[in-house]
T-cell receptor, first 113, second 111 residues
Framework: GQQVMQIPQYQHVQEGEDFTTYCNSS?????IQWYKQRPGGHPVFLIQ?????EVKKQKRLTFQFGEAKKNSSLHITATQTTDVGTYFC?????????????FGQGTTLQVKP | DTGVSQNPRHKITKRGQNVTFRCDPI?????LYWYRQTLGQGPEFLTY????????KSRLLSDRFSAERPKGSFSTLEIQRTEQGDSAMYLC?????????FGNGTRLTVT
């Protein structure tokens, strides 16, 4: 079945340093979504990428969808303590936003002040 | 819009007992998902509904797990003859077309 893999599993950075997490799917994705889960919380939607090669920015966060639509990345510039949490990528198995949404295992970010 | 509501928040049960969780989705959302999450892992897909129809169920699930969404609104997830390996956070999420909106989850501990 479809698998979504993320690396690294954990990342510890000093506040102000940059952070990147990578997501790879075993199959081509119609789109990819990113979620953030704070410690003790539930996943919260961040963004969706649909087009091949698409790049979207949210303040210090930059999301990229690969040309082959099988990989994606999230880059955070100048991390802050509020960025702490686990970041998940997820892809639908069906066309568009149908079917089941498969999550990666996540990258947990720790930021040292 | 009060968000996705899950009850109970915590459930402690003895091995072999049956448990049932409830999820109330956002009212206009026609799709409802159940996930299981253990520490350090991503949400693991269990099943999902389009209105009242259960469209897919994970092959990882044993027959001890069953879910219903009888009127296309709230949903229940039942686990029969619980085992210690069932201990996890059970997350419900709903959506209309795009991002999933998650509830706060039900944490199950099987002793």
């Amino acid at each position: 079945g479809q698998q979504v893999m993320q690396i690294p599993q954990y990342q510890h950075v000093q506040e102000g340093e940059d952070f990147t997490t990578y997501c790879n799917s075993s199959t081509t994705l119609s789109n990819i979504q990113w979620y953030k889960q704070r410690p003790g919380g539930h996943p919260v939607f961040l963004i969706q990428l649909v087009k091949s090669g698409e790049v979207k920015k949210q303040k210090r966060l930059t999301f990229q969808f690969g040309e082959a639509k099988k990989n994606s990345s999230l880059h955070i510039t100048a991390t802050q303590t509020t960025d702490v949490g686990t970041y998940f990528c997820a892809g639908f198995t069906g066309s568009s936003n149908t079917g089941k949404l498969i999550f990666g295992q996540g990258t947990t970010l720790q930021v040292k002040p | 819009d009060t968000g996705v509501s899950q009850n109970p928040r915590h459930k402690i049960t003895k091995r072999g007992q049956n448990v049932t969780f409830r999820c109330d989705p956002i009212s206009e959302h026609n799709r409802l998902y159940w996930y299981r999450q253990t520490l350090g892992q991503g949400p693991e897909f269990l099943t999902y509904f389009q209105n009242e129809a259960q469209l897919e169920k994970s092959r990882l699930l044993s027959d001890r797990f069953s879910a219903e969404r009888p009127k296309g609104s709230f949903s229940t997830l039942e686990i029969q003859r619980t085992e210690q390996g069932d201990s996890a956070m059970y997350l419900c999420a709903s959506t209309d077309m795009s991002p999933l909106h998650f509830g706060n989850g039900t944490r199950l501990t099987v002793t």
